[in-house]
């Protein structure tokens, strides 16, 4: 098997916004961006990605091993054929202007 995925993309993306809103929360000291995601269940996931990322910038991690943390996080397996981790390498050549 190449990869499982146990989020779906749907809820996927809303971990990811969840993590943004937890962390703009806390930031900006606005408790109240979090509650829709505490509603629904999904803020103690949105918790850990927050979570990882601070970790990752205080040990200096790259890029694409944040990437895979937060692909453990969310319960989807890299694989074999290292699918997630292509596609971080292509965006992060796109977004410094490295022809993929």
């Not at 995925?5 to 996927?12: D, F, W, Y």
Request: one cysteine or more.
């Amino acid at each position: 098997m190449e990869h499982d995925v146990a989020h779906t993309g749907r809820e996927a993306n809303l971990l990811h916004q969840c993590r943004s809103a937890l962390f703009w929360g806390q930031e900006w000291k606005r408790p109240d961006l979090i509650v829709p995601y505490q509603v629904s269940g999904h803020a103690s996931d949105g918790d850990a990605l927050v979570d990882a990322w601070r970790k990752a910038q205080a040990a200096s991690l790259s890029d694409a091993e944040l990437i895979d943390e937060w692909a453990r996080i969310l319960g989807i397996r890299i694989g074999t054929s290292g699918w997630l981790r292509k596609a971080a390498d292509r965006r992060m050549a796109a977004a410094n202007g490295v022809p993929v």
